[in-house]
């Protein structure tokens, strides 16, 4: 007869971001836990509120699966005596074993017959098994971080103050630290009792909606969606929301009831984010906007608990949010009050890393660097005015105190007091999307003038830290360079732009000695972020669907330009699909294993005989389109003209000697394999390709 078994892990409030991870950390657990012990069961749910992690498991076998195996004993010439009786090492065995004479069999190992028993082990009882396992499990869960309390040897995201462990009607006890393990549970903190006995799991979700919690984090995100989309539609609005702030809020409250609130109209005059953010990063608010993206006069908040009330609460949200406004109202006006040019020298008194100097030397480094890549990509001088502008602006609302209070507001608001000061649209834009990307999908800088910002700022600061010798390790990156990496590698792609990006980081580490006297080993460092981007480049372009083999050569070909490097993955992860490259790929690993020998590309065409006379006029032949086609980044039709090298190439092989005594014909035939080589080098390197 099948079961049901519930774990609930009753704590103190979880923080909302905890709560995805644990729980997908208790169904894994309970799953490797079953399967290991052999515990048949049809499904592992999990649910969760603020206070607390549950666990049901659904269609649970009462006892583990019986099993049967083979045990080996002595040898059967030991076994017997001369009458065929058997010895006392055949007896101790069967009492061993608890078997009779005719519970045994013969089977062959290494040559040689030994006495085997058939053993049936009868599974445990699932409880006894849940009993031992379940504390390991709730010990084993990890968090971002953990804390100790009562002098308790437990490390927990909260403190544990009782658990729920039941199968179907019967408590399943373990010790566990002290705490209670048994059948009672706690309603909402304040609307339920704090004293409920579940009877049946059966009965669980019902109890507790009864004392005002709804355990089911699906059933509350419901709620809360369509509850605070019903009140903004009556508001004649729309709620403005994204899933991070739903699910946020639904790990934040046992019991929702979406309520709706009142923004006063001077709020309204500020800048948009300005209003937008208090509510959504600091009150958890959603806004209400109307069809063309305006914010109305509206806020809608999620109570913890019944609707009881609710005018009292509604105007202590008011009070709440007007604080909030009134404070980001008198920042606003106080940072206009000047212009954001006049920011600048205070930066000169903000650290941005002690070995790298203030934000002011970020900001004329991040100038230089994107001055440098403008130059490379030949824009015009309005956009290069415009970029060597933002540069100047690009930190200067760091200082403000809007953003110091609402750093989330960084580059908002220096596009929003550009504007006000006077700045142009493009200038005030870019210093906004020069933190873009800020996480994964988020959107990418939408100007050449922001994209360039943004990949100065972005590589700066990668070129600044690995000097110093800062840089990720393992899961460990505080400074988010990972992300930044990935920022200029996509927005490189997106803008589908053509840089070479060992000459960018050379001139990032060239500006830090330059402007800042920085000691450092310059060709390591240079290496090292050079395999810092190829191993995102790797990572997303396997994400891609290119094949690993194609990745790696690509990354060995002659090219640093990440664009390049996707057109050519594309298009030889295409032009390998064809019928019958087996035979050219391997002619081609043949050339690049030689070649590697030579020391020049030079070829003495009188010191050819006719095999290699052949390859050396079919290689001339088509060496100049070739070329041509690389160069129009036409790789397959290159690829495919290199392929009319194949007999010549097998021709040569097959009655050549290459590597001779006589180094003059050895160099020289070197040479005609170098030359080959070196042109097959710049569409990739065809010895990295799996030859399948």
């Known amino acids: 007869m099948s079961k049901k078994y519930l774990l609930e892990i009753g704590v103190e409030e979880l923080p909302a971001r905890y709560v995805k991870d644990a729980l997908m950390q208790i169904q894994n657990k309970f799953k490797t836990i079953l399967e290991k012990e052999r515990i048949k069961y049809e499904r592992i749910e999990v649910y969760s509120t603020p206070r607390r992690l549950t666990s049901i498991i659904c269609g649970l076998d009462e006892r583990q699966e019986d099993i049967e195996e083979n045990v080996k004993g002595p040898s059967k010439k030991i076994s017997f005596d001369e009458d065929g009786n058997p010895t006392k090492a055949l007896q101790g065995f069967m009492r061993g074993q608890n078997v009779e004479l005719n519970g045994i069999f013969f089977l062959e190992h290494n040559g040689e017959e030994y006495v085997y028993a058939k053993i049936v082990k009868k599974g445990k009882d699932v409880k006894e098994i849940l009993a031992q396992k379940v504390p390991e499990l709730i010990k084993g ?93 009556e508001k004649g609005g729309r709620l403005f929301y994204n899933e991070d702030l739903l699910d946020e809020i639904t790990n934040i409250v046992e019991y929702p009831t979406p309520i709706i609130g009142r923004i006063k109209e001077e709020y309204l005059s500020l800048p948009k984010d300005v209003v937008i953010t208090p509510m959504k990063e600091h009150l958890r608010y959603f806004p209400v906007v109307d069809d063309k993206n305006r914010l109305l006069p509206y806020f809608i908040t999620v109570r913890n608990g019944n609707d009881e009330y609710v005018d009292i609460v509604v105007k202590g949200n008011e009070k709440v949010l007007g604080a909030r406004l009134e404070d980001a109202k008198f920042f606003f006006e106080d940072d206009i009050s000047k212009p954001l040019k006049d920011n600048i020298d205070l930066l000169k008194d903000i650290i941005f890393q002690e070995k790298l100097g203030t934000l002011y030397d970020k900001s004329i480094r991040i100038g230089k660097l994107a001055d440098k890549i403008a130059n490379y990509l030949e824009v015009g001088e309005e956009t290069r005015k415009n970029i060597s502008r933002a540069a100047t602006l690009s930190k200067a609302d760091l200082v403000t105190k809007m953003v110091t209070e609402f750093t989330e507001l ?35 800088p939408s100007t050449t003038a ?197 007999e010549p190439i097998d021709n040569f092989f097959d009655n050549v000697m290459v590597m001779v005594d006589d180094e003059e014909l050895k160099e020289n035939r070197l040479g005609l394999l170098k030359k080959i080589y070196n042109t097959m080098i710049l569409v990739c390197d065809l010895s990295k390709i799996l030859n399948k």
Do not use: C
Request: proline content about 2%.
């Open 410 to 444: 960084q580059g908002r608001m220096g596009m929003e007091y550009a504007k006000i000061s006077g700045e142009n649209e493009i200038v005030s834009l870019a210093i906004y999307e020069q933190y873009l990307p800020r996480f994964a999908g988020d959107s990418l």
């Open 141 to 233: 869960i990890n968090f971002p971080k953990s804390m100790r309390w009562g002098g308790k040897n437990l490390r927990f995201a909260r403190p544990i103050r009782w658990i729920v462990s039941i199968s179907d009607n019967e408590i399943v006890p373990f010790e566990f630290e002290g705490i209670r393990v048994s059948n009672i549970t706690k309603g909402h903190r304040f609307l339920g009792s704090d004293h409920i006995q579940i009877d049946s799991v059966d009965t669980y979700f019902d109890l507790l909606k009864k004392n005002y919690v709804l355990v089911d984090q699906n059933e509350r995100k419901e709620i809360i969606k369509y509850g605070s989309e019903r009140l903004a539609k």
């Open 450 to 646: 922001g994209s360039i910002l943004s990949i100065a700022d972005k590589l700066d600061s990668i070129a600044g830290l690995f000097a110093i010798g800062i840089h990720p390790t393992g899961s460990q990156d505080p400074f988010g360079l990972r992300r930044s990496a990935l920022g200029i590698i996509n927005i490189i792609l997106d803008k589908k732009l053509n840089l070479s990006l060992m000459e960018l980081i050379d001139f990032a580490l060239y500006i830090y000695v330059d402007e800042n006297g920085l000691a450092f080993d310059y060709n390591k460092t240079k290496d090292e972020i050079k395999n810092f981007f190829f191993g995102r480049i790797k990572n997303m372009f396997l994400d891609m669907g290119i094949r690993y083999d194609i990745i790696e050569a690509v990354i060995s070909a002659d090219t640093d330009d990440i664009y390049d490097m996707k057109i050519r993955a594309n298009k030889i992860n295409t032009w390998l699909e064809q019928e019958g490259l087996s035979e050219i790929l391997t002619a081609f690993n043949r050339v690049a294993t030689l070649a590697k020998n030579a020391t020049s590309d030079e070829v003495k065409r009188d010191l050819l005989t006719n095999d290699e006379i052949e390859l050396y006029d079919s290689y001339n032949n088509i060496e100049e389109k070739a070329l041509s086609l690389i160069e129009k980044k036409d790789y397959d039709k290159a690829l495919d003209l290199l392929t009319t090298l194949k």
